[in-house]
């Protein structure tokens, strides 16, 4: 079975602290896909990241970095300097290629609040 | 502009009355699919399409239905919409049924069924 599993349900920063969202996942694929996704308070999903299972470099653009360590099933997302505009949810989802339709399995979500 | 466009934004309805969220999406994708989001659930695929005419039931298909009649529109029809069908619905595509493809959302439908 896959599963992804955000263990933040909520997370409240003042401006310009970092923050880091845990993203952890299962899947007995071998080859597979992780995604970060954002959604403002508007309400769309904007994709941030894909990550392949054989791809272990961490990621940085801008102030968002990306953590992936398959030793620990993580996947986990960091903003530096956190700015008001970062309020959302953030949704981390997980892909197989071996998936019924290509189908996302995304995490709960994690509200993120960045007050000034 | 390469989007994926869902109509109606909102909709509040009441139990009983079938209706039918439209999605089109112009990136001539093969790929396109429903989900649905949910407090504490994230999302979860209702349904999805691989291409014209083929669907196939995702993890929450239950009071969908879908048809892919042309390429570029993947409708979702709610026959006897009832309340615990009260959700954000997202649609998506993608070139094809890749798992590697980052998936294009439309903007969501937020549903109310009383």
């Known amino acids: 079975a896959q599963k992804v599993t955000q263990a933040q349900t909520e997370i409240s920063v003042v401006e310009k602290e970092d923050v880091t969202l845990d993203c952890v996942y299962e899947?007995?694929?071998?080859?597979?896909?992780l995604f970060w996704y954002k959604q403002p308070p508007s309400g769309e999903l904007v994709f941030l990241i894909r990550r392949n299972s054989f791809d272990e470099q961490n990621e940085i653009s801008g102030r968002y970095s990306w953590n992936f360590q398959k030793s620990t099933s993580s996947f986990n997302f960091t903003i530096t300097a956190s700015q008001v505009v970062d309020s959302a949810v953030y949704f981390c989802?997980?892909?197989?290629?071996?998936?019924?339709?290509?189908?996302?399995?995304f995490g709960q979500g994690t509200e993120l609040s960045v007050k000034p | 502009e390469a989007q994926v466009t869902q109509n109606p934004r909102y909709l509040i309805t009441v139990t009983g009355k079938k209706l039918t969220v439209t999605c089109s999406q112009n990136m001539n994708h093969e790929y396109m699919s429903w989900y649905r989001q949910d407090p504490g659930l994230g999302l979860r695929q209702i349904y999805y399409?691989?291409?014209?005419?083929?669907?196939d039931k995702g993890d929450v298909p239950e009071g969908y239905k879908v048809s892919r009649k042309e390429k570029r529109n993947f409708p979702l029809i709610l026959e006897s919409p009832s309340p615990n069908q009260t959700s954000l619905y997202f649609c998506?595509?993608?070139?094809?049924?890749?798992?590697?493809?980052?998936?294009?959302f439309g903007d969501g439908t937020r549903l109310s069924i009383l």
């Open positions: 998506a595509s993608s070139l094809q049924q890749d798992s590697n493809q980052p998936q294009h």
């Open positions: 989802a997980l892909s197989g290629v071996y998936n019924q339709g290509g189908k996302l399995i």
């Open positions: 899947t007995r694929d071998t080859t597979y896909y």
């Open positions: 399409s691989m291409n014209v005419e083929v669907t």
